[in-house]
């Protein structure tokens, strides 16, 4: 019989990966979607204190492919969303807006 396991998470790190491993060992096939927004890539250029904060989610930081099984594929879906990281807007970000 032929397992497959699929997995939405928001990275391929930590606890995350280390599931996916264990499981990977006693299935044929892991599929991990991760979800990715392109602006966290610009955070490194702005000088915004609320970006320092989005470099957290670009691809280097989402995904961690050391030691990944053969029988483990990770997707990452990129998508663009303004608020880099998924939250409501406050603070910093409110003021470099111009919104109260």
Do not use: C, Q, W
Not at 40 to 69: G, I, T
């Amino acid at each position: 019989m032929v397992l497959k396991v699929l997995a939405i998470a928001p990275f391929y790190k930590f606890f995350v990966k280390d599931l996916t491993e264990a499981i990977a060992k006693h299935i044929s096939n892991v599929e991990v979607f991760i979800h990715h927004n392109y602006l966290s890539e610009l955070a490194r250029f702005l000088p915004f204190p609320y970006f320092r904060h989005v470099e957290m989610y670009s691809k280097r930081n989402l995904v961690d492919l050391k030691n990944k099984p053969e029988n483990v594929n990770v997707n990452v879906l990129s998508i663009f969303y303004f608020v880099p990281d998924g939250r409501k807007l406050r603070g910093s970000m409110r003021e470099f807006l111009g919104s109260a």
